[in-house]
């Protein structure tokens, strides 16, 4: 059964021009999302994970810029639309969770408001319409008292409640993508736990597809069908979230699995798998494999060419000349 | 029988909140609100809890560095509650603070030799030749090349400027450090090699930590006993193994099942909590807990209940666990 493809991402680029030089923050990255899938896009600080989400958007700021690459939404290339037609599809079939919602959203608007504006924007509807939807919207997302809530400001409410008006928001035109950016990172984990119940619900009822980024493997875990690991602005590994967690094959993937404490390891205070070193300057990039200064497994080769995405098994695609054959060998080494 | 390091005897410590034209109290925030626990000789002791439930509060005030309200802390046989400025200072030898944000606990105006200089300089120990060779050979030990000395702590990365602060807590070889969120700020593959470097340097050194974190993988695979706090109390004590093998409390239950697996196969069961932690100024009566509890009963709302043991070194403060760990939950009608 295959789904309807709903975005594609070939080869995009975007570059910032500083005034020391050109970092290549996205670095040519390749993704697809079909209807109603959720996609995982993750990686550390750095990797370029967000601004990738804002290339789809064309939201990225001066000294930012595309530098080539196609995002083709819904048959067509949103990198060829003028900015008016891109101020139609923002809100309305691409909608976006941001990770912060106190700056995200406006302190001298009421959350109804705010809510609202996207309603009157992007649907024909008149005000009184629009406030009922709006009350609705927060009744959704499980604001208690919509109606009182509508009318107060964002300080007035709580972290996990203000992260629900600002669903409310994406989710009240009905978008086809949802785009989280780290949505849940500055919550307490009970009211993580709320928020992806929540967040999964809606996407069942809606069927939105989800772009879902985050740093934290184990949300991945929980939320993806597919997911994408980046490093420094390139994807290194991407297949089905199964694969990614019992079979990586990428060493950094691999490495990062090892590295985070879960609560699934057996042995506690004995010393976690660390990937060496550090994520090198984006000024000072090294030749051929971005990660080989760090990888256990680095050949030759690796410090002059930098390697392909490849198709090294049906749906699994790895970047990495030496990719790890069995990781289970690979942990008890 | 372990030795007690450190014994805090119904520690409170409450904020004023001030209004009006005087700047007068008009109300308080019970931060931490009679807390009670030791810590033996050589273990990892965690205080976890989500934010503002008072874990860096109380590490903070165990060190003096803010006044207690009431209650007292003893630090291995000596009352040091009442302890002054002057009094505190040769103790502090043996107590030292790791902080969370490595960019902000720094002073960005010395060079990393210099930070790591300062504690033996502000002790008098030895003279300033020695003090730069055990600078030196301190920076070795916690994985920094001596090399960078001269260098200042804007030239350095999230995880690198972490060891400084690590190397500067533990210079003049303290016995008791309280690492708070000491690697939080950080990376994953960056976070392993931290924990790393503490549960290694423990070893060595013969340490005695309070790790102070929101994290309860990371919790979990560095201590030895773990404090479950909400809202200024604790609500559970017990050993790793013990807590969440058997967590007894029904927010310890609902936090343990918040946290998400890394593992795209296990399926857990969630405890959803409903709504948010209230405010700290107005907590609700009896036990605090109460508004966001599944079982909650009428008892509950006037009988906050103490922290009592209920075998082997488990303590549970909840009306519904009873000794031996019998627990007699029974759901809201």
Same mark, same amino acid.
């Given at each position: /059964?295959?789904?309807?493809?709903?975005?594609?991402?070939? +080869? $995009?680029?975007?570059?910032?021009?500083?005034?020391?030089?050109?970092?290549?923050?996205?670095?040519?990255?390749?993704?697809?999302?079909?209807?109603?899938?959720?996609?995982?896009?993750?990686?550390?600080?750095?990797?370029?994970? %967000?601004?990738?989400?804002?290339?789809?958007? &064309?939201?990225?700021?001066?000294?930012?810029?595309?530098?080539?690459?196609?995002?083709?939404?819904?048959?067509?290339?949103?990198?060829?639309? %003028?900015?008016?037609? /891109?101020?139609?599809?923002?809100?309305?079939?691409?909608?976006?969770?941001?990770?912060? #919602?106190?700056?995200? $959203?406006?302190?001298?608007?009421?959350?109804?408001?705010?809510?609202?504006?996207?309603?009157?924007?992007?649907?024909?509807?008149?005000?009184?319409? @629009?406030?009922?939807?709006?009350?609705? /919207?927060?009744?959704?997302?499980?604001?208690? +008292?919509?109606?009182?809530?509508?009318?107060?400001? #964002?300080?007035?409410?709580?972290?996990?409640?203000?992260? &629900?008006?600002?669903? @409310?928001?994406?989710? %009240?035109?009905?978008?086809? $993508?949802?785009?989280?950016?780290?949505?849940?990172?500055?919550? +307490?984990?009970?009211?993580?736990?709320?928020?992806?119940?929540?967040?999964?619900?809606?996407?069942?009822?809606?069927?939105?597809?989800?772009?879902?980024?985050?740093?934290?493997?184990?949300?991945?875990?929980?939320?993806? +069908?597919?997911?994408?690991?980046?490093?420094?602005?390139?994807?290194?590994?991407?297949?089905?979230?199964?694969?990614?967690?019992?079979?990586?094959?990428?060493?950094?993937?691999?490495?990062?699995?090892? %590295?985070?404490?879960?609560?699934?390891?057996?042995?506690?205070?004995?010393?976690?798998?660390?990937?060496?070193?550090?994520?090198?300057?984006?000024?000072? /990039? #090294?030749?051929?494999?971005?990660?080989?200064?760090?990888?256990?497994?680095?050949?030759?080769?690796?410090?002059?060419?930098?390697?392909?995405?490849?198709?090294?098994? #049906?749906?699994?695609?790895? &970047?990495?000349?030496?990719?790890?054959?069995?990781?289970?060998?690979?942990?008890?080494? | 029988?372990?030795?007690?390091?450190?014994?805090?005897?119904?520690?409170?410590?409450?904020?004023?909140?001030?209004?009006?034209?005087?700047?007068?109290?008009?109300?308080?925030?019970?931060?931490?609100?009679?807390?009670?626990?030791?810590?033996?000789?050589?273990?990892?002791?965690?205080?976890?809890?989500?934010?503002?439930?008072?874990? =860096?509060?109380?590490?903070?005030?165990?060190?003096?560095?803010?006044?207690?309200?009431?209650?007292?802390?003893?630090?291995?046989?000596?009352?040091?509650?009442?302890?002054?400025?002057?009094?505190?200072?040769?103790?502090?030898?043996?107590?030292?603070?790791?902080?969370?944000?490595?960019?902000?606990?720094?002073?960005?105006?010395?060079?990393?030799?210099?930070?790591?200089?300062?504690?033996?300089?502000?002790?008098?120990?030895?003279?300033?030749?020695?003090?730069?060779?055990?600078?030196?050979?301190?920076?070795?030990?916690?994985?920094?090349?001596?090399?960078?000395?001269?260098?200042?702590?804007?030239?350095?990365?999230?995880?690198?400027?972490?060891?400084?602060?690590?190397?500067?807590?533990?210079?003049?070889?303290?016995?008791?450090?309280?690492?708070?969120?000491?690697?939080?700020?950080?990376?994953?593959?960056?976070?392993?090699?931290?924990?790393?470097?503490?549960?290694?340097?423990?070893?060595?050194?013969?340490?005695?930590?309070?790790?102070?974190?929101?994290?309860?993988?990371?919790?979990?695979?560095?201590?030895?006993?773990?404090?479950?706090?909400?809202?200024?109390?604790?609500?559970?004590?017990?050993?790793?193994?013990?807590?969440?093998?058997?967590?007894?409390?029904?927010?310890?239950?609902?936090?343990?099942?918040?946290?998400?697996?890394?593992?795209?196969?296990?399926?857990?069961?969630?405890?959803?909590?409903?709504?948010?932690?209230?405010?700290?100024?107005?907590?609700?009566?009896?036990?605090?807990?109460?508004?966001?509890?599944?079982?909650?009963?009428?008892?509950?709302?006037?009988?906050?209940?103490?922290?009592?043991?209920?075998?082997?070194?488990?303590?549970?403060?909840?009306?519904?666990?009873?000794?031996?760990?019998?627990?007699?939950? =029974?759901?809201?009608?």
């Amino acid at each position: /059964m295959k789904k309807e493809l709903l975005l594609e991402i070939k +080869d $995009l680029k975007t570059y910032f021009y500083t005034d020391t030089g050109i970092v290549k923050a996205v670095d040519g990255i390749n993704l697809k999302l079909h209807k109603s899938e959720v996609l995982g896009l993750v990686g550390e600080s750095g990797c370029g994970k %967000s601004v990738a989400s804002l290339s789809i958007l &064309r939201l990225v700021d001066q000294p930012g810029k595309n530098a080539g690459g196609e995002v083709i939404f819904k048959g067509e290339d949103l990198l060829k639309k %003028s900015e008016e037609e /891109m101020r139609k599809i923002r809100g309305s079939e691409i909608a976006m969770i941001f990770q912060e #919602p106190m700056t995200a $959203l406006n302190p001298v608007y009421t959350i109804g408001n705010q809510v609202m504006e996207a309603i009157l924007i992007h649907q024909d509807v008149n005000e009184e319409e @629009a406030k009922k939807k709006t009350v609705k /919207m927060l009744e959704l997302v499980g604001i208690p +008292d919509p109606e009182k809530r509508f009318n107060e400001y #964002p300080h007035e409410m709580s972290g996990g409640m203000r992260q &629900r008006a600002m669903i @409310a928001m994406a989710l %009240s035109c009905n978008p086809d $993508l949802l785009i989280s950016d780290e949505a849940t990172t500055a919550l +307490d984990v009970t009211i993580q736990a709320q928020i992806l119940e929540l967040m999964k619900d809606l996407q069942k009822k809606i069927e939105a597809a989800i772009l879902f980024i985050t740093h934290d493997l184990a949300l991945v875990a929980e939320m993806a +069908d597919t997911v994408a690991v980046a490093y420094m602005g390139k994807i290194v590994e991407y297949s089905s979230v199964k694969n990614i967690f019992k079979d990586p094959r990428h060493p950094y993937t691999y490495g990062l699995l090892k %590295s985070i404490p879960s609560l699934i390891t057996k042995k506690t205070k004995q010393p976690l798998l660390a990937i060496e070193g550090m994520i090198p300057s984006p000024h000072n /990039m #090294p030749k051929g494999c971005y990660f080989h200064p760090r990888c256990p497994f680095a050949t030759d080769i690796c410090r002059k060419q930098m390697p392909e995405l490849k198709e090294i098994k #049906p749906g699994h695609l790895v &970047r990495c000349f030496n990719p790890i054959e069995n990781a289970k060998e690979v942990s008890k080494k | 029988m372990k030795k007690s390091i450190l014994e805090v005897k119904n520690l409170k410590k409450y904020f004023p909140v001030v209004g009006g034209v005087f700047s007068k109290p008009i109300a308080w925030v019970k931060a931490v609100d009679d807390i009670s626990f030791n810590i033996f000789e050589g273990e990892t002791f965690s205080l976890v809890g989500e934010s503002g439930s008072g874990k =860096t509060t109380t590490g903070k005030t165990i060190l003096k560095l803010l006044e207690p309200t009431a209650g007292q802390i003893i630090a291995e046989d000596i009352d040091i509650t009442n302890y002054s400025a002057s009094e505190m200072r040769p103790l502090r030898r043996d107590m030292q603070i790791i902080f969370q944000d490595p960019y902000g606990s720094l002073n960005p105006r010395l060079p990393v030799g210099e930070i790591i200089r300062e504690p033996l300089f502000v002790h008098r120990v030895g003279n300033k030749k020695e003090q730069e060779e055990k600078a030196i050979e301190t920076m070795k030990v916690v994985g920094l090349r001596p090399e960078y000395l001269r260098r200042y702590p804007h030239e350095f990365s999230g995880g690198q400027r972490q060891r400084i602060g690590i190397a500067r807590a533990i210079v003049l070889n303290p016995k008791f450090i309280v690492a708070d969120e000491p690697v939080s700020a950080l990376d994953a593959s960056i976070q392993s090699q931290v924990l790393n470097l503490l549960m290694d340097l423990q070893q060595k050194l013969s340490l005695t930590y309070l790790f102070i974190a929101h994290n309860l993988a990371v919790v979990r695979h560095v201590s030895d006993r773990i404090g479950v706090m909400y809202l200024g109390k604790l609500m559970e004590i017990a050993n790793t193994q013990e807590l969440f093998n058997n967590p007894l409390h029904p927010y310890t239950q609902a936090l343990l099942s918040a946290i998400p697996i890394p593992d795209p196969e296990i399926k857990k069961e969630r405890i959803i909590l409903a709504g948010d932690i209230p405010s700290p100024i107005n907590p609700p009566s009896g036990c605090v807990f109460r508004t966001r509890c599944i079982y909650a009963k009428d008892i509950c709302a006037e009988k906050m209940p103490q922290l009592v043991d209920i075998g082997s070194g488990h303590f549970t403060a909840c009306h519904f666990v009873k000794k031996g760990g019998k627990t007699e939950f =029974t759901k809201k009608s």
